[in-house]
């Protein structure tokens, strides 16, 4: 538009100046070297102008053949770059769409025209990977180190290299130094924090993590969630060894992320043994009303070492007052039921779950049996039942089931990836254990029955000679004998060898299960 606006101004002056010109006529006359030249003043003027634009057009010829040489050249390398960056751009969508053949061609053509251009290297070095040449892919990445603008992506590209071949120390080292160089970069932060937590060094993967949070590479909800990981793995490992400082550590963790189960259990314990005890139920009773879980339960009621287990259950009430409905609250009142001997209390806790128990209700079931009525055979169904129960939740990490929680995965070194559920395609867990360990001491503390001796059958009465002949004869009674013992010399009754105190164990992934005609139990079925 101003450019517009421009031209009709330059227009309407040469317009305005021609006819000022024309209005104002006159006549010009130049004699030189006996010649003599009249005309009029437009006419000169034209002329001039007319000269002038010769002039101009000579003086462009003349520059472009003087200049002509390099002209070429330089058409010929933009040229030349055009048709390199083609092949840049038909090589890495090659390389997107899966043609390898097609990426190979165009990494070549790029080579030859770009030789110096870091995104050759790169095209290169993704060829590579994907004809699987990890020795050429390195290579490309170390070329493009020397370039700015593209040395982290050349970190992260060695990085991952580092990773497939198995060269632990060498990613840890790439991924450090693209953390050091970009700490807003994802990538090179969870690199760099994952190493760290791998060796146990949380106070330095939290450095790490300070600097990307100053970065603005991580939002702040993640930035809380992350730092309280890292706090609650360190006074884990402090527990024992500093507890003060894992003290420390554990409640800056709660205030972090208070339903973060770990810190809550770790903080509560120490807190407890310091004598804070109303500090540590209040973090426990906050963390279990959010996520309720065995570990909370735990440390909630061994705040106070020595109780009484009628104390403990008394404690238990309360914290599952936080959560009524849910099965771990129904579980800890249990356990603590049971543990104060209240069996028919605890047999009306666990009476709703056991229509449809899980494995550690049916093992509830199989010690509540043991220790109540010293009934072995209802122990023992119990516990076969918790064989094909529906599974309890565990701590799961990409598909690891662990008893314990920790702050990466055992298996990628994700953080934070462990989670509270049900394992899918799992027979068996750590909590199971715990609880069949338990069925198992129960039945190991039931007495052995008392040996019974078979009684002799009541000696026949002494008639008197002068009493009356009884009505008809009467054969004299032997003293009874075992059976099986007839005409052999007599043998010493043993006592009852005790129950042995066998709990049924989940199979392995390869057992079939037991076949019903070799089950040690028969259930009863309802006629």
């Known amino acids: 538009m101003i450019r ?3 031209l009709l101004v330059a227009l309407a002056a040469l317009a305005f100046g021609a006819a000022w010109i024309a209005d104002r006529p006159g006549e010009m006359v130049v004699v030189w070297q006996g010649w003599r030249l009249e005309t009029t003043v437009p006419v000169a003027l034209a002329a001039l102008a007319a000269f ?85 892919a ?6 493009m180190l020397e370039a700015p603008e593209t040395r982290v992506i050349a970190l992260r590209g060695l990085y991952m290299e580092a990773r497939r071949a198995g060269e632990g120390d060498s990613a840890r080292a790439f991924a450090e130094e693209a953390a050091r160089e970009a700490p807003a970069l994802g990538w090179a932060a969870d690199a760099a924090i994952e190493a760290r937590c791998a060796d ?12 990307q949070m100053a970065a603005r590479g991580i939002d702040r909800t993640a930035y809380r969630r992350r730092r309280a990981v890292l706090l609650a793995a360190e006074a884990i490992a402090l527990e024992v060894a500093d507890p003060a400082v894992a003290r420390e550590r554990a409640t800056e963790s709660v205030r972090l992320a208070p339903s973060l189960v770990p810190a809550a259990a770790v903080a509560g314990r120490l807190l407890g043994a310091s004598g804070d005890l109303k500090r540590a139920a209040k973090i426990l009773s906050a963390a279990f009303s959010a996520t309720p879980h065995p570990d909370l339960a735990e440390a909630y009621a061994h705040l106070r070492p020595g109780d009484a287990a009628q104390d403990r259950l008394k404690r238990i009430r309360i914290l599952a007052g936080t959560a009524p409905t849910h ?28 229509e449809k128990p899980t494995q550690r209700i049916c093992l509830l079931m199989a010690e509540l049996e043991a220790r109540e009525h010293g009934d072995v055979g209802k122990a023992r169904e119990w516990a076969a039942r918790a064989v094909r129960a529906p599974r309890d939740p565990a701590w799961i990490a990409d598909g690891v089931v662990s008893d314990q929680w920790a702050a990466i995965s055992p298996v990628t070194g994700r953080l934070d990836a462990y989670a509270w559920e049900v394992p899918p395609g799992v027979t068996a867990t750590p909590v199971l254990e715990h609880e069949a360990e338990r069925v198992r001491n129960a039945i190991a503390a039931i007495p052995a029955p008392e040996a019974v001796l078979p009684k002799a059958a009541p000696a026949p ?13 009467v054969a004299p009674v032997e003293p009874a004998k075992p059976a099986g013992m007839n005409g052999a010399a007599p043998v010493s009754p043993k006592p009852v060898p005790a129950a042995a105190p066998i709990i049924a164990e989940p199979p392995r992934p390869d057992d079939p299960g037991p ?12 006629q």
């Open 515 to 526: 076949l019903a005609a070799d089950e040690d139990i028969s259930v009863p079925r309802k």
């Open 138 to 143: 390195a290579k490309s990445f170390r070329q």
């Open 52 to 136: 002038s634009l010769v002039l101009l057009i000579l003086a462009k010829l003349i520059s472009l053949i003087v200049n002509s040489p390099r002209l070429i050249a330089t058409f010929s390398r933009r040229r030349r770059r055009e048709k390199g960056w083609q092949a840049l751009s038909r090589g890495l969508l090659a390389i997107g769409a899966g043609d390898g053949a097609r990426a190979r061609s165009a990494r070549d053509e790029a080579a030859r025209l770009l030789p110096h251009e870091p995104l050759t290297h790169l095209l290169a070095a993704q060829s590579a990977q994907f004809d699987g040449n990890g020795n050429l």
């Open 327 to 354: 099965p771990e609250s129904i579980i800890a009142l249990a356990h603590a039921a049971i543990d104060a001997q209240e069996f028919q209390q605890a047999r009306a806790i666990l009476s709703p779950l056991t």
């Open 200 to 211: 146990g060094d949380y106070a330095g993967a939290r450095e790490i993590l300070e600097r």
């Open 461 to 473: 009465e002494v008639v008197a000679k002068d009493a009356p002949a009884p009505a008809a004869d």
């Open 4 to 6: 517009l606006v421009l």
